[in-house]
């Protein structure tokens, strides 16, 4: 089945167009830990992509008709850009995302208004069936087989039910990103959403999600949401005639990729300035400034350990490269707010010399830099409060020169596969991150070695080529008679 | 075993000690669901009652011993003053109130962090251990067979380990009378106390809840956190030899109490008061002042209806009866405070005449204008966020006269024995709310007295002797020889 081509379905695409000096439109290799690990499968067979537009360059080479590049063909779907404000800024996010990873502070928020009922009804569900109008002419324009539909993420719950009714005998494989919630935590949505999401999704053949904890939960929530027949044992769902898959895949990242970046002229660049910059110790964060991520207790747990360990003020910085995210968000901006506030008043109480700050935040996104951090950091803080995976603890012990110690959250999907080479902490538990910060600063040399050693035995041997493996295998299985020749 | 006696468990006595004028120390019937749902239980045995002294009389009394009073000896347990803080205003609320009804904004908070450490260690695992003395000292005195020991709700979740360590053949029960989370939601408290609260709860015979979904999520959080065994099916935990049984039970009220109260003279009084003040319409709530109780979208709701249906402004009022909640704690006062704000936007925007006021909210623990209330409404808005039972939503049309109609969240325990007679709402939705009380307002009277016929003879078949005996049933059958003569 080598020569199988691929449809995959993303939100954001793998590339976006700009229009450089000489007036020409270009395309642009895109970023985001999705794109890489997806490009992995473009690598191995011909693959379609289909994408949001998401510039005017982008929407104006739509026009065009599908982008070619090799064996990669790019079909880019134009949205409504209010219809697409509904959906991405307020369906996407914040609610569903909340929902995803716990966030909402239920006592007064979210409130399902019109805002959100509209978000839903004139945004969501009209922009999934572009996609789903993308998807059906691909199928239909097919020569031979029908490739198989790969959806991912959040951003496409409700495609599958619409392209299963239209193709029948379409392959379709959905996979999320981000944490599957416990039932209760979906109630949050009126009945008749949530019950649409749940229905659609079982439209699927097989459904992939990172770790066991998540197909648990959304083996529970097909149970309570849909009159579908749930084996827990066997991890599938029967659902209108069709059995479904559900597995545990947790994705990964590409060593050798890692391996070229560090030694690529702008880390390296990136790097002699944070040598420079160095205090004796660097306890180092790289995330998206999402509340999900748990900057502001980081902080706050950085800020203990320094008052319980004195010895180490004037030592240790704590940095945050933080890349800002969603700020046409109010709940992200307002997250933004709350971490400045926190560094602030750590920085206010340990006094600033021209050497050194306790809190050295970097609000910007400089991704040459980030893995300058991963290579320069004595210590890494990954205490997300809830996060799909967290490909950041994946990626930087790969890069670190210096036996870095991994902090991790036992709520972060990487847990399970990293845990025990790492220091596990309860994100909500700012003592246990203070003693971990510690615990790492002052831990022997070999101990390091070994954990460090394990780690990347772990994701050197679990690469993103295995997850691409598993997931074709995944559908070789939904439907052998459709995926192999 | 109608002779059998009876331990019964619970943080608050089924009676408090006043001073009056002359200098004696007298007892009062307590108040709250609890007690008046235990109190069933002391009418046909013989019941010692173990709970907190929470007063200096109630601590006087401790010191001279038992009080008894017919069947009934109630035995005080003294706590020392800021261990018991500690245990009630830190570690049971907010923080394991907030966790069973998922209010948290974990973005922000809660943090773990020395604060509730100590709530932990030196408040609510001491003051459970104090219990358990109690406890264990009845059981020691005891003539004949053990009694049985129920224990009651989340103010004592680590009490029957100690007890089931020091009597072994101990017949424990333990009901909750609050949702039980899904597992991921007690990832918010530190792996050592999560594992210690669920392992505890297995050291009893049976433990109830009040609907099949809490069940669910007992077994869940089990499978979760302990290394039992969960037979999803029969209901059961095999833990340490011993099999635990997992019931739902859910709780109901008196009906001839109402009854009588309902012709009280007190409340008789009130009737006439809110009979003069009375529009043509009542919106009814009767509430604690608890975010879970989600009064401010309540208040937004009817704020929606208003503008959604203006020729009900002048015509009808949302009586907001409220009894303050827990003042001593931040998240309680705050939610007061949006509570106020709520209700003083929309009677900004709606004229308030001498006749008419949009939202009247009554801050007061008064509980015969509470029964007036329920004689006089409407529509009853029972709106929670999520709810352990609900006892109003079963009270209320006891004691209607106007054919009122029920609006039910869907998240309130009582939602699966009163929803078909109710107007479901989801509590996070403010148009089906504004909408359901419009329904309600504009229902013709037959489809109404339907309706409040469903309701009452749901509640009278399922009154509060039922629920009494279905836990004398569970202990029967948990420990035949121990409990059975």
Chains 1, 2 share one sequence.
């Not at 390296?268 to 509340?291: F, G, H, I």
Request: aromatic share 8%.
């Amino acid at each position: 089945m080598a020569e199988q081509p691929l449809l995959i379905v993303s939100n954001r695409g793998p590339c976006r167009f700009t229009r450089g000096p000489d007036g020409e439109v270009t395309a642009q290799r895109g970023g985001g830990g999705l794109v890489t690990a997806l490009s992995g499968l473009a690598a191995v067979r011909p693959v379609t992509w289909i994408a949001s537009a998401l510039s005017d360059e982008d929407a104006e080479m739509a026009a065009r008709g599908p982008y070619r590049d090799g064996d990669l063909t790019v079909r880019m779907v134009v949205h409504d850009r209010e219809e697409y404000d509904r959906y991405y800024n307020v369906f996407a996010n914040p609610t569903l995302w909340f929902i995803h990873h716990y966030l909402w502070g239920l006592a007064t928020e979210p409130s399902v208004d019109r805002n959100v009922r509209l978000a839903w009804d004139a945004g969501y569900v009209p922009v999934n069936q572009r996609f789903a109008d993308a998807v059906v002419a691909e199928l239909e324009s097919a020569e031979g087989d029908l490739p198989p539909v790969m959806l991912q993420d959040y951003h496409l719950f409700v495609a599958p039910a619409d392209i299963r009714e239209r193709v029948p005998e379409a392959v379709i494989q959905h996979f999320s990103h981000i944490p599957w919630p416990m039932p209760d935590y979906w109630r949050v949505l009126p009945p008749e959403i949530r019950q649409t999401i749940h229905e659609s999704m079982l439209a699927c053949d097989v459904i992939g999600l990172h770790t066991a904890r998540y197909v648990g939960n959304f083996l529970a929530s097909v149970a309570q949401f849909t009159d579908a027949r749930v084996d827990t044992e066997a991890a599938t769902v029967h659902f209108r005639g069709r059995t479904v898959r559900v597995t545990s895949r947790p994705i990964s990242v590409d060593p050798e990729e890692f391996d070229r970046l560090a030694a690529s002229e702008a880390v390296l660049a990136e790097r002699e300035a944070l040598q420079a910059w160095r205090p004796e110790k660097v306890v180092l964060r790289v995330d998206r400034t999402d509340p999900s991520k748990n900057v502001v207790r980081g902080i706050q747990a950085f800020e203990l350990f320094l008052s319980d360990h004195p010895e180490w003020e004037g030592r240790v910085t704590l940095l945050a490269k933080l890349d800002p995210s969603r700020q046409d968000i109010p709940e992200y901006t307002e997250y933004m707010g709350a971490i400045q506030r926190a560094a602030r008043t750590v920085n206010d109480r340990f006094y600033t010399t021209d050497d050194w700050q306790a809190v050295d935040l970097r609000i910007s996104d400089n991704f040459p830099e980030a893995i300058a951090g991963y290579a320069e950091y004595d210590v890494l803080l990954v205490n997300a409060i809830f996060d799909g995976m967290n490909l950041v603890a994946k990626e930087a012990p790969l890069v670190n020169d210096r036996d870095g110690v991994l902090i991790l959250s036992e709520n972060a999907g990487a847990h399970p596969e990293l845990g025990e080479h790492a220091l596990t902490v309860n994100p909500f538990d700012l003592q246990e991150q203070a003693d971990a910060i510690h615990t790492a600063l002052v831990m022997p040399e070999d101990e390091r070695r070994n954990r460090i050693a394990g780690l990347r035995a772990q994701v050197r041997e679990h690469d993103i080529t295995r997850w691409v493996e598993a997931l074709m295998d995944d559908l070789a299985r939904a439907r052998p008679e459709a995926v192999e020749r």
